[in-house]
């Protein structure tokens, strides 16, 4: 009972503030509504039992990802200034293109989804089998993938520097 | 759809309910990055949709695979990638933003100086 009145709260903040991320006049009012939408979804992991996921999804978007934006906003924008509203003809096409998506979409989905799924109940996954799923080398284990992200994450240390830095 | 009123508030919460939202989530996205021009909005954009996808592989994960954790190990490594994504694409805005001033799309007609 509980678990669903809190899934409901959450799926409509979650909603609401996507679309208006999208379309808020202002850049660092956009960054903020992101910030809930974010937070809303660790909520969902955290109802689908999903600890670790939730920690990871505060930890990495909301707390790292988002303060990278606010910084960009802050370097590339003069405060308060509102942005120029963009032209209705591109507006439309959007709004067009993305209801005739969610209307096909969600047209299948509400079609099918129902024969498949059945929620077993289950306890809370071990993060001690997490930690071993992700470093071990057999079937359905995660070593390779892991060191592949790694060696992505230094990379792109690198070339963040190697773009942004001033050139003499 | 007529198991998403009935089971509104009691039994499980239905599958296609998270579904839904990570849909509305994903179609915003798509929204924000056709009619926005400014290049942190599109970013932002993105990011939704991304983050739309990792709800989708921790919900089938959850609901059909229960047993198994490769839905959960997707969305893990999802966010880690959107992570480098961002961080690049922020350095290469700063970086356009250095030399030409402003940060809409309409007026990036050459990347190199």
Excluded: W
């Excluded at chain 1, 679309?19 to 850049?27: G, P, Q």
Aim: proline share 2%; aromatic share 12%; hydrophobic share 55%.
């Amino acid at each position: 009972m509980a678990q669903q009145i809190i899934f409901y709260i959450l799926a409509v903040i979650i909603s609401v503030f996507s679309i208006m991320a999208v379309t808020s006049k202002r850049l660092i009012r956009s960054a903020t509504y992101l910030l809930f939408v974010l937070l809303g979804t660790a909520g969902l992991y955290l109802l689908l039992g999903y600890h670790y996921l939730f920690a990871v999804q505060v930890a990495v978007y909301a707390g790292g990802i988002m303060v990278l934006y606010i910084f960009a906003i802050l370097l590339t924008q003069k405060p308060g200034e509102r942005i120029t509203p963009e032209p209705l003809r591109q507006r439309a096409l959007a709004i067009v293109l993305s209801s005739v998506g969610i209307v096909f979409c969600g047209y299948i989905i509400f079609n099918n989804i129902t024969k498949v799924y059945t929620l077993v109940a289950q306890d809370e996954l071990n993060t001690k089998h997490i930690g071993m799923t992700l470093m071990g080398t057999e079937k359905f284990q995660y070593l390779l993938p892991f060191e592949v992200i790694s060696i992505l994450l230094l990379a792109c240390i690198v070339g963040a520097i190697m773009i942004a830095r001033k050139r003499s | 759809m007529g198991d998403l009123f009935t089971n509104f508030f009691s039994g499980i919460i239905p599958m296609e309910a998270y579904i839904a939202v990570s849909l509305v989530m994903f179609f915003s996205g798509i929204y924000g990055f056709i009619s926005r021009k400014s290049l942190l909005m599109i970013l932002i954009s993105i990011e939704l949709i991304l983050n739309s996808i990792d709800i989708n592989f921790a919900v089938f994960n959850r609901y059909l695979y229960p047993e198994q954790m490769e839905g959960f190990f997707f969305a893990l490594f999802t966010i880690a990638i959107s992570a480098c994504e961002t961080a690049v694409a922020i350095a290469i805005v700063i970086n356009i933003y250095r030399n030409l001033n402003n940060v809409e799309v309409d007026s990036l007609n050459q990347l190199k100086e």
